[in-house]
């Protein structure tokens, strides 16, 4: 018996408490419709490369129906009273809560994202949402947004395939707890759970236009960022396309928040809890296949323990199980899509060119979908390519420090601040460390942690704004003193 | 498996870290820390693994093949001693293909029933383990408890059981513990040379943080334990998961560091197949092939096995049984 070998057996979640329909159309106005050009486009499954469904594909003059519907919607929405608002968030959240399993299944499906994170991580945390921000809705006034906090009208919302349904849950919920309304636009490679989303907004009862969702591509996205009936822009996604939405809002009276790239700073000093450290280094980059913005893609470790964590990391690394997303052992799914594989290839071959050493534990990928191993990178410095640009995918790159000042310094020296971690045992370190990063969020001895009640967003290219918490609120608020827009002449100008 | 194959020569040797009372504490003190909260999620973490079919029929039966099989009251009659090594031999009457325990594991003065018992069962390979140095507490004089050890090996207990000081090692005096299980492990020696396994039992619990729980790892690995065990089951904190896990990855640093490969024995409270799959999980992705065997993992239970034998039946039938399909002993 000793020489058997301890080996999982496969544990499928079952793909059939998800009913996927051939085709979906346009969430408008509370029904689903066909694009006005009647264009559509097809969801994949990135592990398999199955043809999930068909989607309808969004043009300007949906955008536009989209909005006025919206617009329309804005006027009740708005004037109910918030403990109204809070009840329809409770019972959108409780509707997700108990089509979890359902919607854990499809995203998975529909991302290449294991059902382990999914079920645990991604449907928890969209739930616990929609439960804050229900609990805010009638509390407006105690949130810290001045006297009387009126909404802002519609919400146009863009967001990327990493987290599908989370970070629809990150714009949704704030925005019609506040009293706006929404047009959302999920990415082209993951639409689907957003239209599930639909329907769960549909078994909640939630009036008719509140909110729209928009299936289709880049330019779509761009309509919605520009339609003049758009009062407030949140964009999650590339830095290249958020600066392209901060010149699009740019003069007009549109609020805007932006949650884009970043290359988070993972920093391991020398007394830091090893084992815990490696786990959180792994978690850093080697969750949901280090499709995390936040994620902590470089990894700067004191040169002093280097090798004693980099064997320990390289050890943990072997034993990362990569393969079927719906297998509830699997560690690490499939990519995202054929174009993010060969944008993390050819980042990875540019690490190699450049000189860094490349590892990865001997691990058999799958021959249909999108698939990489979990990558290491040493003997990586500041110059590397790998160093300074966001590679969104499974690859950690290894830098190394003498001292606290220099590992500041290094996790400073980026054009993105988004996130950072550090590791030690010693309590003054990690605040005197903390208080002089430039990130938006710092994690002590931990990674990738994530709450409702806690803001996050970024420093310098990582974007602008905050979401989550009392912040997130804010966003979708008109400052005191500010014309809220959906009333009066707004409306007007639209409907001209 | 058997009591006379030791551990590989170490590599490297052991360092000296144990000339003074103050070089040992300032090894100890200088290991990496144990952060709870990211030790717990780790634990919780390999405990959502899902095994099924196959897999869980190989743990299941592992599992069986790992139990010592442990009574430790202060009623304990000959009678009871027997009825267990019955079980521990033929752990289900109805199904001759369930593997026997690993060990039966008694108090001193029933290893020689023990030892009898087995041998009439037919099952004299199934090892016997005492508990010694004064068993739960520790607290008597070195000479009790190396004369209880001795005792027990005398009556032919294959495998020693020995509690720490924890008040001497709560102290910080770490020497007087090494010595204490130097001292055991010296008193373990039989006539002809061969020697009883010894298992080190810290009683987590009373240790408290896991920081002290890794020290003590160290400690009593560098003394020279054969195994390291979590606690007696007489407090009320045992096994846990995570303090589990903390001890595996120092046996894991430990053989890195020398070569030496030392067991690891979880006691108390884990009482469900589920639970002991969860601990195997944890050895297979901790430690790996190497520690997934009798001879280096061992689970301190009494009523696991009999739920172990459940889920073995809804294995092989098809359905669940109840608590009358499997024996009482």
Same mark, same amino acid.
């Given at each position: 018996?000793?020489?058997?070998?301890?080996?999982?057996a496969?544990?499928?979640?079952?793909?059939?408490?998800?009913e996927?329909?051939p085709s979906?159309?346009?969430?408008?106005d509370?029904?689903?419709?066909?694009a006005a050009?009647?264009?559509?486009?097809k969801?994949v499954?990135?592990?398999?490369?199955?043809?999930?469904?068909?989607?309808?594909?969004?043009?300007?003059?949906d955008?536009?129906?989209?909005?006025?519907?919206?617009?329309?919607a804005f006027?009740?929405?708005?004037?109910l009273?918030?403990?109204?608002?809070?009840k329809y968030?409770?019972?959108?959240?409780?509707?997700?809560?108990?089509r979890?399993?359902?919607?854990?299944?499809?995203?998975?499906?529909?991302?290449?994202?294991?059902?382990?994170?999914t079920r645990d991580v991604?449907l928890p945390?969209?739930?616990?949402h929609?439960?804050?921000?229900?609990?805010?809705?009638?509390?407006l006034?105690?949130?810290?947004c001045?006297?009387n906090?009126?909404?802002l009208?519609?919400?146009?919302?863009?967001?990327?395939?990493?987290?599908?349904l989370?970070?629809l849950?990150?714009?949704?919920?704030?925005?019609?707890?506040a #009293?706006?309304?929404?047009v959302l636009?999920?990415?082209?490679?993951?639409?689907?759970?957003?239209?599930?989303?639909?329907?769960?907004?549909?078994?909640?009862?939630?009036p008719?236009?509140?909110?729209?969702?928009?299936t289709?591509?880049g330019?779509?996205g761009?309509?919605?960022v520009?339609?003049?009936?758009v009062?407030?822009?949140a964009?999650?996604?590339? $830095?290249?396309?958020?600066k392209a939405?901060a010149?699009?809002v740019?003069g007009?009276?549109?609020?805007v928040?932006? %949650?884009?790239?970043?290359?988070?700073?993972?920093?391991v000093?020398?007394?830091a809890p090893?084992?815990?450290?490696?786990?959180?280094i792994?978690?850093?980059?080697?969750?949901?296949?280090?499709?995390?913005c936040?994620?902590?893609?470089?990894l700067?470790?004191?040169?002093?323990?280097?090798?004693?964590v980099?064997d320990a990391?390289k050890?943990?690394? +072997?034993t990362?199980?990569?393969?079927?997303?719906?297998?509830?052992?699997?560690?690490?799914g499939?990519i995202?899509?054929?174009e993010?594989l060969a944008?993390?290839?050819a980042?990875?071959?540019?690490g190699?060119?450049?000189?860094?050493?490349?590892?990865?534990?001997?691990?058999e990928l799958?021959r249909?979908g999108y698939w990489?191993?979990?990558?290491l990178? *040493?003997?990586v410095?500041?110059?590397?390519?790998?160093a300074?640009?966001?590679?969104?995918?499974?690859?950690?790159?290894?830098l190394?420090?003498?001292t606290p000042?220099?590992?500041v310094?290094?996790?400073?020296?980026?054009?993105y601040g988004?996130?950072a971690?550090i590791w030690?045992?010693?309590?003054?370190?990690?605040?005197?460390?903390a208080?002089?990063?430039? +990130?938006?969020?710092?994690?002590a001895? /931990?990674?990738?942690?994530?709450?409702p $009640?806690?803001p996050f #967003?970024g420093?310098?290219?990582?974007?602008? #704004?905050r979401?989550g !918490?009392?912040h997130?609120?804010?966003?979708?608020?008109?400052?005191?003193?500010?014309?809220?827009?959906?009333?009066?002449e707004?409306?007007? %100008?639209l409907?001209? | 498996?058997?009591?006379?194959?030791?551990?590989p020569?170490?590599?490297v040797?052991?360092?000296d870290?144990?000339s003074s009372a103050?070089?040992?504490r300032?090894?100890?003190?200088?290991?990496?820390?144990?952060?709870?909260?990211?030790?717990e999620?780790?634990?919780a973490a390999?405990?959502t693994?899902s095994v099924?079919?196959?897999?869980?029929?190989?743990a299941?039966?592992l599992?069986?093949?790992m139990?010592?099989?442990t009574?430790?009251?202060g009623a304990?009659?000959?009678?009871?001693v027997?009825?267990?090594?019955?079980?521990?031999?033929?752990?289900d009457? /109805?199904?001759? *293909?369930?593997?026997?325990?690993? +060990?039966?594991c008694?108090?001193?003065?029933?290893v020689?029933t +023990?030892?009898?018992a087995?041998?009439?069962?037919?099952g004299p390979?199934?090892h016997?383990?005492a508990?010694?140095?004064a068993?739960?507490?520790?607290r008597?004089?070195?000479?009790?408890?190396?004369?209880?050890?001795?005792?027990?090996v005398?009556?032919?207990?294959?495998?020693?059981?020995?509690?720490?000081?924890?008040?001497?090692?709560?102290?910080g005096?770490?020497?007087d513990v090494?010595?204490?299980i130097?001292?055991?492990?010296?008193?373990?020696?039989?006539p002809d040379?061969s020697?009883?396994?010894?298992?080190?039992?810290?009683?987590?619990g009373?240790?408290s943080?896991?920081?002290?729980i890794r020290?003590c790892?160290w400690l009593?690995?560098?003394?020279?334990?054969d195994?390291?065990?979590?606690?007696t089951?007489k407090?009320g904190?045992?096994?846990?998961?995570?303090?589990t896990?903390v001890?595996?990855?120092a046996v894991?640093?430990f053989?890195?560091?020398? !070569?030496v490969q030392v067991?690891?024995?979880p006691?108390?409270?884990?009482r469900?197949a589920?639970?002991a799959?969860?601990?195997?999980v944890?050895?297979?992705?901790?430690l790996?092939?190497?520690?997934?065997?009798?001879?280096?993992?061992?689970?301190?239970?009494s009523?696991l096995?009999n739920?172990l034998?459940?889920q073995r039946q809804?294995?092989?039938? #098809?359905?669940?049984?109840?608590?009358?399909?499997?024996?009482?002993?």
């Amino acid at each position: 018996m000793a020489h058997q070998k301890f080996a999982y057996a496969p544990a499928p979640e079952s793909r059939a408490v998800v009913e996927l329909a051939p085709s979906y159309g346009l969430f408008i106005d509370g029904e689903f419709a066909e694009a006005a050009d009647g264009r559509v486009f097809k969801s994949v499954s990135p592990s398999s490369e199955e043809v999930l469904a068909e989607v309808a594909r969004a043009g300007e003059a949906d955008v536009d129906r989209a909005v006025r519907a919206a617009r329309k919607a804005f006027t009740k929405w708005s004037a109910l009273p918030g403990a109204e608002r809070g009840k329809y968030l409770f019972r959108i959240a409780r509707v997700l809560q108990e089509r979890a399993r359902e919607l854990a299944v499809l995203e998975s499906l529909d991302n290449g994202k294991p059902i382990r994170e999914t079920r645990d991580v991604d449907l928890p945390l969209v739930a616990a949402h929609f439960f804050y921000y229900a609990g805010w809705a009638d509390k407006l006034e105690y949130a810290g947004c001045g006297p009387n906090p009126r909404p802002l009208g519609v919400a146009g919302q863009v967001i990327p395939w990493n987290f599908p349904l989370l970070m629809l849950a990150w714009k949704v919920a704030p925005a019609l707890a506040a #009293g706006n309304t929404v047009v959302l636009k999920p990415a082209e490679t993951t639409p689907l759970s957003a239209l599930f989303f639909a329907d769960v907004c549909r078994q909640a009862g939630l009036p008719r236009g509140v909110v729209n969702i928009l299936t289709g591509y880049g330019d779509a996205g761009a309509a919605l960022v520009a339609h003049e009936g758009v009062d407030k822009v949140a964009f999650t996604g590339s $830095t290249e396309v958020g600066k392209a939405i901060a010149r699009t809002v740019a003069g007009s009276r549109k609020k805007v928040t932006l %949650e884009l790239g970043g290359k988070a700073a993972n920093i391991v000093f020398d007394d830091a809890p090893v084992d815990q450290a490696v786990e959180g280094i792994v978690n850093g980059i080697f969750f949901n296949q280090g499709h995390v913005c936040c994620a902590g893609s470089r990894l700067l470790v004191q040169e002093s323990v280097q090798e004693e964590v980099l064997d320990a990391l390289k050890r943990r690394m +072997a034993t990362l199980r990569v393969g079927d997303p719906l297998d509830k052992n699997t560690d690490i799914g499939a990519i995202n899509s054929a174009e993010q594989l060969a944008r993390i290839t050819a980042l990875a071959e540019a690490g190699e060119a450049e000189g860094a050493e490349r590892w990865a534990p001997p691990c058999e990928l799958p021959r249909s979908g999108y698939w990489f191993a979990p990558t290491l990178f *040493t003997g990586v410095t500041q110059a590397h390519r790998i160093a300074r640009e966001e590679i969104f995918g499974p690859v950690l790159s290894v830098l190394t420090f003498r001292t606290p000042a220099e590992a500041v310094e290094k996790a400073n020296n980026t054009p993105y601040g988004l996130s950072a971690g550090i590791w030690t045992e010693k309590g003054s370190r990690i605040l005197a460390v903390a208080s002089r990063l430039r +990130a938006g969020v710092v994690w002590a001895n /931990t990674f990738n942690k994530f709450d409702p $009640t806690s803001p996050f #967003g970024g420093y310098k290219e990582s974007g602008y #704004g905050r979401e989550g !918490g009392r912040h997130g609120l804010a966003a979708y608020l008109a400052e005191p003193g500010e014309a809220a827009g959906g009333r009066g002449e707004g409306e007007g %100008e639209l409907d001209r | 498996m058997s009591s006379e194959v030791l551990p590989p020569p170490p590599a490297v040797p052991v360092p000296d870290v144990t000339s003074s009372a103050q070089a040992l504490r300032s090894y100890l003190h200088g290991l990496p820390g144990v952060d709870a909260v990211g030790l717990e999620a780790r634990a919780a973490a390999l405990g959502t693994r899902s095994v099924k079919t196959t897999a869980k029929a190989y743990a299941i039966d592992l599992a069986i093949a790992m139990i010592d099989l442990t009574t430790l009251e202060g009623a304990d009659t000959a009678g009871k001693v027997r009825a267990l090594c019955a079980k521990g031999v033929r752990p289900d009457p /109805t199904d001759r *293909t369930a593997p026997r325990v690993a +060990a039966i594991c008694v108090y001193g003065d029933m290893v020689a029933t +023990a030892k009898e018992a087995l041998a009439a069962a037919g099952g004299p390979e199934v090892h016997v383990a005492a508990v010694a140095t004064a068993f739960p507490s520790g607290r008597a004089a070195r000479a009790v408890k190396l004369a209880d050890t001795a005792e027990a090996v005398a009556a032919g207990a294959d495998e020693i059981d020995m509690v720490i000081d924890r008040g001497a090692f709560l102290s910080g005096r770490y020497l007087d513990v090494f010595e204490e299980i130097q001292a055991v492990k010296a008193a373990c020696g039989r006539p002809d040379g061969s020697r009883a396994h010894l298992k080190v039992i810290f009683e987590n619990g009373e240790l408290s943080t896991y920081d002290n729980i890794r020290r003590c790892s160290w400690l009593a690995m560098l003394a020279g334990a054969d195994f390291i065990k979590t606690s007696t089951g007489k407090v009320g904190v045992n096994a846990t998961p995570a303090n589990t896990l903390v001890m595996l990855e120092a046996v894991r640093d430990f053989r890195r560091a020398t !070569g030496v490969q030392v067991g690891v024995k979880p006691a108390g409270g884990i009482r469900t197949a589920k639970d002991a799959v969860k601990y195997l999980v944890m050895v297979n992705e901790t430690l790996g092939d190497d520690w997934l065997s009798p001879q280096w993992f061992r689970f301190g239970a009494s009523s696991l096995l009999n739920d172990l034998l459940m889920q073995r039946q809804k294995l092989s039938t #098809g359905r669940y049984s109840g608590p009358d399909y499997v024996t009482v002993d």
